[in-house]
């Protein structure tokens, strides 16, 4: 079973903070991905990576970095946090086309930006 | 760009009892990738079962099915036998022939088994 791990599980953040998001995956997975998810909508993608070093801007990427250090780890980073950034965020991982046809996600992280 | 659209925002239902969940989908591409998940009141997101777009038959696992029909852009996803824990928010998910393997989302259905 594939293990996606975010922390914090929590993070409350003051306006104009710096604040990171860590995600890490256990089973090798080349694509790794940031998603985000506001009350009563789906996930929206924010940045994804295709394996160590690469991240590429997804659908929503405004006011949000990101870094893939290496095949286990994938940050979000929000440079300046603002309260309209205050949502769930849930990090995935998975290699299409090698057997694994879905994506496997976190538990998520609650950020609260006040 | 592609769409994923759930008309439906909640649905109760009576356990033991059949449930659809519509789910209407827009892509140019000529294959694709459909998925449903499900979502537990403790915010866990699940895989529950994937239709690919070249394969006739409606895929099956367990009490899930799908119902596919491509002419219509459609793809339901069918709970049988629905049990009080099957009550969580489940989404339907695409993804288009590229080795991005983003997924585009709806915006979810709650879905309530009473007793």
């Known amino acids: 079973e594939a293990a996606v791990t975010q922390s914090p599980r929590n993070k409350v953040a003051v306006t104009g903070g710096k604040v990171t998001l860590s995600c890490n995956q256990t089973?090798?997975?080349?694509?790794m991905y940031w998603y985000r998810q506001d009350t009563g909508h789906g996930l929206r993608l924010i940045h994804y990576?295709?394996?160590?070093?690469s991240t590429e801007k997804g659908d929503i990427p405004d006011g949000y970095k990101a870094s893939r250090p290496s095949q286990e780890n994938f940050s979000l980073i929000l440079e300046l946090a603002t309260p309209s950034q205050t949502s769930v965020y849930f990090c995935a991982s998975g290699d299409w086309g090698r057997g694994q046809n879905t994506l496997y996600f976190g538990a998520g992280t609650r950020l609260s930006v006040l | 760009a592609q769409k994923v659209t759930q008309t439906q925002t909640s649905i109760s239902v009576v356990e033991k009892t059949t449930v659809t969940m519509d789910c209407v989908y827009e892509?140019?591409?000529?294959?694709?990738?459909l998925f449903w998940y499900k979502q537990t009141a403790s915010g866990e997101i699940v895989f529950l079962i994937r239709?690919?777009?070249?394969?006739?038959e409606n895929a099956t696992v367990g009490h899930y099915s799908l119902n596919f029909q491509k002419p219509k852009s459609s793809i339901g996803l069918i709970i049988t036998a629905t049990q009080i824990e099957d009550s969580a928010v489940y989404f339907c998910a695409m993804r288009g022939d590229t080795n991005t393997g983003k997924l585009t989302f709806g915006d979810g259905t709650v879905l309530t088994v009473k007793p």
């Open positions: 990576s295709y394996g160590a070093g």
């Open positions: 089973n090798n997975h080349n694509n």
């Open positions: 239709q690919d777009s070249y394969k006739k």
């Open positions: 892509t140019r591409d000529s294959s694709y990738f």
